[in-house]
C-alpha cells in the first residue's frame, strides 16, 4: 500500500494559498489561488472581477471572490489552467520545487478539504472520502514531469562528458 502525503494548511508548500511569487503570461502573482480565480474570471466573462480578484492579495479573499463568478467551463478547461498555475509555481519557485520532488514518486499526494469534493477530498459523514482529489492528481502528475525533466538534464550531461 502505498505512503499518503496529506496537505491542508496554507502553510504547506503544495496549498494554492502558500504564497510563492510567480510570473504568467507577463503579469506577476503572489499565489496560485489568484492566477485560478482572476483567469475564472475573465473566462467568465467577468473582467471587473478578474480585476477585483488581481488587486486582492489575501488568497481566502480571492477564493470568495472567485466563488462568486459563474465559470461555465468543463473539468479539462479549468485543470489545464490550475495546472499552468501550479507550473509556473513549482518551477520559478526553487524552494517549493525542492519540496514537491522531496515528495517519493511513489507517495499519493492528497488535498485534505473536506469541503471541496473537486479538487479535494471532500471528506463526509464518517469520513467517506466523496472527493475526487483532483488538485493532489495535478501535483502527481506535475511531480512526474519535473521527474522526468531532471532525468532528461542528466542524460544530457552525462552525454556531453562523453562526447567531450
Given at each position: 500500500m502505498n505512503a499518503?502525503?496529506?496537505?491542508?494548511?496554507?502553510?504547506?508548500?503544495?496549498?494554492?494559498?502558500?504564497?510563492?511569487?510567480?510570473?504568467?503570461?507577463?503579469?506577476?502573482y503572489p499565489h496560485v489561488e489568484q492566477y485560478y480565480q482572476r483567469e475564472k474570471a475573465f473566462r467568465a466573462?467577468?473582467?471587473?472581477?478578474?480585476?477585483?480578484?488581481?488587486?486582492?492579495?489575501?488568497?481566502?479573499?480571492?477564493?470568495?471572490?472567485?466563488?462568486?463568478?459563474?465559470?461555465?467551463?468543463?473539468?479539462?478547461e479549468r485543470e489545464e489552467v490550475m495546472m499552468k498555475?501550479?507550473?509556473?509555481?513549482?518551477?520559478?519557485?526553487?524552494?517549493?520545487k525542492k519540496?514537491?520532488?522531496?515528495?517519493?514518486?511513489?507517495?499519493?499526494?492528497?488535498f485534505d478539504n473536506m469541503y471541496d469534493e473537486y479538487w479535494g477530498t471532500g471528506l463526509r459523514d464518517g469520513n467517506v472520502w466523496a472527493g475526487h482529489n483532483r488538485l493532489g492528481?495535478?501535483?502527481?502528475?506535475?511531480r512526474d514531469e519535473l521527474f522526468e525533466l531532471r532525468l532528461r538534464e542528466e542524460m544530457f550531461e552525462i552525454k556531453q562528458q562523453h562526447i567531450i
Open positions: 499518503v502525503h496529506y496537505f491542508r494548511s496554507y502553510l504547506d508548500p503544495l496549498s494554492n494559498h502558500h504564497f510563492a511569487n510567480m510570473v504568467i503570461d507577463g503579469d506577476t466573462g467577468q473582467p471587473d472581477m478578474a480585476v477585483k480578484i488581481k488587486f486582492t492579495g489575501d488568497p481566502r479573499k480571492c477564493y470568495r471572490l472567485g466563488q462568486e463568478v459563474v465559470a461555465l467551463w468543463d473539468s479539462s498555475g501550479l507550473r509556473a509555481k513549482f518551477t520559478q519557485n526553487k524552494h517549493l519540496a514537491l520532488m522531496d515528495i517519493h514518486r511513489d507517495v499519493i499526494i492528497v492528481v495535478l501535483l502527481m502528475r506535475l
